[in-house]
C-alpha cells in the first residue's frame, strides 16, 4: 500500500473510539427542511400520447430532506440532535415532524408557518433510475418575524450544543440576519460552525469553521471559470487557486471540496492541499450525500479528530450512502465495515 493510500485511511480502533465520542456529542442543525418523497415503480411501453415512459405505480415512501436529512443522519449515529427551520402548516409539515421524531431527530424548533407551504421533492423512480423530480416549494426570505422566533430557539439550542451545522437550499430560511446572528452567537459561546454554501442564494459566509462546496460550488463561490480538471486533485492548478481564493476571501478555518468520483479536497490556510480519494465501489444514487459529508465531517471534529481524520471519516461515510438509492443514512457497522474493506 502506497503511503498516500496509508494516509487516507484510519485503523479500526481509531473510528471506533471516534464513533463512542460521538455517541457523546449534541448537535443543533439549523436550515431549509424539506419532505421528500419517492414514487417507484416500473416501465414496460411509452405513452402513447407523448415519447414518455408510463411508469406503472408501485409504491411511496418519504423521508425528511434538506437540512432535515443532516439531521437523520447525525440522530442514526445516536447523537442527540436539535432541528430547526420552518415547515408549513399543512398535512407535508406534519408528516415531515413525524418522521424526523421517528429518526429521533428533536424538532420542537421546527416552526409551523401559515404563509409558506412546506417544501416537498417528489421523485419518481422506476428501475433504480430517476425518471423526473417534482419541486413544490415556498422560496421567499423568512419574514423578520419567523427569524426572530427561530433565533429565539437557536439560542436555547445552543445553550447544550457543541456545533451548528446550517443546511442552505436556497429556500429562503438562511437570511443575511439570520446568518449574522448564528455566527456572533456560536463565536460567543466557542462552538464549531459548518456551512454548505449555495452559490445561488448570495450570503457572506466569512468567518466559519467549515465550508462544504462541491467543484461546481467552489468555482461559482470563487469567481473564477472551471477551464479544466487534473487527473490529481492535490495538483490541479485551477482548483487550487479556487480554493486559495475562497480561503483568502471567505477565511474558514477548514474548506473541503467535496469532487463526487474524485473523493474530497481538504484545504487550510499555509498547508498543502489533502486531497482524499472516494472509496465508493458502487455509485447509484448521490443525493444527500453532501448532506452526509457535512454531518459526519462536524460530528468527527467534535468528537476530536483532526481536520484530516475527520475528512477521512466523512469521506468513508459518502462512499457508503451513494451506495443506496435515495437520501439515505450511514449505521455505525456499516461506516466500520468501509474501513475494515481497507485493511
Not at 98 to 117: E, F, I, M, Y
Request: net charge positive.
Amino acid at each position: 500500500m502506497s503511503q498516500d493510500k496509508m494516509r487516507a485511511t484510519l485503523p479500526i480502533s481509531r473510528v471506533r473510539k471516534l464513533l463512542a465520542a460521538a455517541g457523546r456529542a449534541r448537535v443543533a442543525v439549523l436550515g431549509d427542511v424539506m419532505l421528500d418523497q419517492f414514487l417507484w415503480g416500473k416501465v414496460a411501453r411509452i405513452s402513447p400520447e407523448a415519447p414518455v415512459p408510463v411508469v406503472e405505480f408501485e409504491r411511496e415512501s418519504f423521508i425528511p430532506g434538506g437540512a432535515g436529512n443532516v439531521a437523520r443522519n447525525l440522530a442514526h449515529l445516536k447523537v442527540a440532535t436539535e432541528l430547526l427551520g420552518v415547515s408549513g402548516k399543512d398535512e407535508a409539515g406534519r408528516q415531515l415532524k413525524r418522521l424526523l421524531a421517528r429518526d429521533g431527530v428533536g424538532c420542537s424548533g421546527v416552526l409551523a408557518c401559515g404563509n409558506r407551504a412546506t417544501s416537498v421533492k417528489t421523485r419518481i423512480v422506476a428501475h433504480r433510475q430517476q425518471v423526473v423530480r417534482v419541486d413544490r416549494e415556498t422560496r421567499g426570505d423568512l419574514d423578520g418575524k419567523t427569524t426572530a422566533r427561530l433565533l429565539a430557539e437557536l439560542e436555547k439550542a445552543l445553550e447544550k450544543a457543541d456545533a451548528l451545522i446550517l443546511g442552505d437550499y436556497a429556500k429562503g430560511v438562511i437570511t443575511r440576519h439570520l446568518l449574522e446572528e448564528a455566527r456572533k452567537m456560536c463565536r460567543a459561546r466557542g462552538i464549531w460552525l459548518s456551512a454548505d454554501p449555495k452559490p445561488s442564494h448570495p450570503l457572506h459566509w466569512s468567518g466559519l469553521s467549515l465550508l462544504t462546496p462541491n467543484r461546481k460550488e467552489a468555482f461559482e463561490l470563487a469567481g473564477l471559470p472551471d477551464v479544466s480538471r487534473e487527473a490529481d486533485p492535490s495538483k490541479d492548478t485551477h482548483l487550487l487557486l479556487a480554493s486559495a481564493k475562497l480561503l483568502a476571501v471567505l477565511q474558514p478555518a477548514l474548506l473541503l471540496i467535496t469532487l463526487g468520483e474524485q473523493g474530497m479536497l481538504l484545504c487550510q490556510r499555509n498547508q498543502k492541499a489533502f486531497h482524499v480519494p472516494t472509496v465508493a465501489r458502487e455509485v447509484f444514487d448521490v443525493s444527500g450525500a453532501g448532506d452526509t459529508v457535512i454531518a459526519f465531517f462536524t460530528l468527527a471534529i467534535v468528537a476530536g479528530a483532526s481536520p484530516v481524520e475527520a475528512a477521512i471519516f466523512s469521506n468513508h461515510a459518502a462512499g457508503v450512502v451513494v451506495g443506496k438509492f435515495g437520501t439515505a443514512t450511514v449505521g455505525p457497522e456499516e461506516l466500520l465495515a468501509s474501513f475494515r474493506r481497507e485493511d
